[in-house]
T-cell receptor
Framework: GDSVTQMEGPVTLSEEAFLTINCTYTATGYPSLFWYVQYPGEGLQLLLKATKADDKGSNKGFEATYRKETTSFHLEKGSVQVSDSAVYFCALREAGTALIFGKGTTLSVSS | ETGVTQSPTHLIKTRGQQVTLRCSSQSGHNTVSWYQQALGQGPQFIFQYYREEENGRGNFPPRFSGLQFPNYSSELNVNALELDDSALYLC??????????????FGEGSRLTVL
């Protein structure tokens, strides 16, 4: 079945460092790919998405490119801030089905 | 625009008891789905309701059941609680079910502890 694998955390960075969180997926069809973020004490929020191969999703300085050839959707940000500290979830969704999430990666940014 | 709201935010039950969790969907959304998020894990799909009918279910036993009401709010019921049911239960609403690009809007969750 479909699945999502993302890098284990926690990831600990200093402010203004470069961030990469790896995500790979297995799917039978042509899914849409998502990154969700969960800030402490809050619900899941959509960070960005890409709906087809080679699409790039971007939001709040974060980017991820849908790579069909490597079945990947890695999340990147050029300069992280303390306020980016959260848990990040990679997810996929095929037509008419539920979101399938990875286990989440905790990011901790210190000043 | 009102977002997704869930109640209660926290609750404690004992094994064998039953629990009902509630969710009000975002204004204008007709689809509600429920997810279970165990500690340190990603959310797992329980089921989805569209226009008061269940139209998708994950790998959860029948003691997990739900309802959707005419105003599109929803309930998740869990019978015969087990210790492993301790988790954060997330409700998400969306508009429609077709396709795979629609955004889900999540509530903050109900944290259930089973002792």
């Amino acid at each position: 079945g479909d699945s999502v694998t993302q890098m284990e955390g926690p990831v600990t960075l200093s402010e203004e460092a470069f961030l990469t969180i790896n995500c790979t997926y297995t799917a039978t069809g042509y899914p849409s790919l998502f990154w969700y973020v969960q800030y402490p004490g809050e619900g899941l929020q959509l960070l960005l998405k890409a709906t087809k191969a080679d699409d790039k999703g971007s939001n709040k300085g974060f980017e991820a490119t849908y790579r069909k050839e490597t079945t990947s959707f890695h999340l990147e940000k050029g300069s992280v801030q303390v306020s980016d500290s959260a848990v990040y979830f990679c997810a996929l969704r095929e037509a008419g089905t539920a979101l399938i999430f990875g286990k989440g990666t905790t990011l901790s940014v210190s000043s | 625009e009102t977002g997704v709201t869930q109640s209660p935010t926290h609750l404690i039950k004992t094994r064998g008891q039953q629990v009902t969790l509630r969710c009000s969907s975002q204004s204008g959304h007709n689809t509600v789905s429920w997810y279970q998020q165990a500690l340190g894990q990603g959310p797992q799909f329980i089921f989805q309701y569209y226009r008061e009918e269940e139209n998708g279910r994950g790998n959860f036993p029948p003691r997990f059941s739900g309802l959707q009401f005419p105003n599109y709010s929803s309930e998740l019921n869990v019978n015969a609680l087990e210790l492993d049911d301790s988790a954060l239960y997330l409700c998400a609403s969306s508009l429609g079910t077709s396709g795979n690009t629609g955004e889900l809007f999540f509530g903050e969750g109900s944290r259930l502890t089973v002792l």
